[in-house]
């Protein structure tokens, strides 16, 4: 018996180690689960830091070497939706620059890049309107001749267009007030032209264009933008307005109101095919590419700068960007690149 006992016991002892080394076996199971869960948890928080050291990274986009720095660009009123959008997208690819863009005067533009108030001018015109200074063509936009939808003589006008003699009997020497001038059979109906103001571009082009000055029966508007609504509110109005203005540029037809007449230049009374270019968008984008629309009603819009100017390095690179990076920028505000 007391050997049965002492086997007992032995037994016991063995099976309480037995199972102790059981408890310590599971424990050190369950430790080493949770040492993975706990280093798991470090890792996916360790990775969430590296993501978001990834979006910081890509939301500060830098495609220069250059040093951080500011310019202020002043933008004529016919140049300034062009140069908002050019400077804005060249921020979005470039964190480290501040491009400002001013609205300015033509009058004004000079001085203001002369004094270093400005580092940049944009403006158009049919040629560089500040020869003395530096300039690369950015964009381009074309004037065409408009009239009301409504116009008494519409289907004349379409039919024949009006040549320089009519344009400068309307809008210069005044001789021509109404529309029963134009086509003889038509009842009487007032005549009126406009223009846009007196500082912008498209206004000195046309008087370029017709070599002469505009007579007093022309009214001019505030500003370039309200052509469009200044023709679609008045029957009898007539008037040379940006392409961007005469076209729904989604569409590529002509704008609600709006009729573009071409214009008889050999003067035969007569709207020759080659004169027909106005149909729609896409016809006077391929007139103007093949050199067929004429070149005093071609506006290009310019980068200007004395080429001295304090951070001139920022400019060149903006100038870059805009000639040969931003054409769907450009495209995209309704502009035609410029012909080479």
Not at 82 to 105: D, F, G, W
Not at 219 to 248: C, D, K
Not at 288 to 305: A, D, E, Q, W
Request: with cysteine; aromatic share 8%.
């Amino acid at each position: 018996m007391r050997l049965c006992n002492v086997r007992m016991q032995n037994f016991s002892i063995s099976y309480e180690k037995c199972n102790f080394a059981q408890k310590i076996d599971y424990m050190g199971r369950i430790t080493s689960i949770l040492i993975a869960c706990i280093a798991l948890t470090m890792i996916a928080c360790g990775g969430g830091k590296k993501d978001d050291a990834k979006t910081d990274q890509n939301n500060s986009t830098v495609n220069n070497d250059l040093e951080a720095g500011k310019i202020t660009v002043g933008a004529t009123e016919e140049s300034y939706d062009l140069a908002q959008r050019l400077a804005s997208n060249y921020v979005a690819q470039n964190t480290n620059m501040i491009v400002e863009v001013i609205p300015c005067k033509t009058t004004e533009s000079k001085q203001l890049l002369s004094s270093g108030k400005v580092q940049l001018i944009v403006t158009g015109g049919s040629t560089n309107p500040f020869p003395d200074f530096e300039s690369n063509a950015i964009a381009t936009d074309l004037l065409v001749l408009t009239v009301n939808f409504n116009n008494p003589v519409l289907q004349y006008l379409v039919m024949r267009g009006l040549d320089l003699k009519d344009l400068k009997g309307i809008f210069s020497t005044g001789s021509i007030t109404n529309w029963n001038q134009v086509d003889k059979k038509a009842a009487s109906s007032p005549l009126k032209p406009l223009a846009g103001p007196d500082s912008t571009s498209s206004n000195l082009m046309i008087r370029a264009f017709l070599n002469s000055g505009f007579g007093q029966t022309v009214t001019s508007t505030l500003s370039e933008n309200e052509l469009i609504s200044s023709i679609s509110a008045g029957p009898g109005s007539i008037v040379f307005m940006s392409h961007r203005l005469a076209y729904n540029q989604n569409s590529g037809f002509r704008a609600n109101g709006v009729y573009v007449i071409p214009v008889d230049f050999d003067g035969n009374n007569v709207a020759n095919d080659s004169e027909l270019i106005y149909d729609n968008l896409n016809s006077l984008k391929k007139s103007y590419s093949k050199g067929g629309f004429p070149k005093g009603l071609v506006r290009n819009h310019y980068f200007i700068t004395t080429g001295k100017t304090e951070r001139s390095d920022i400019v060149k690179h903006f100038t870059n960007y805009a000639q040969k990076e931003a054409s769907n920028v450009i495209s995209g505000a309704g502009y035609f690149q410029p012909l080479k």
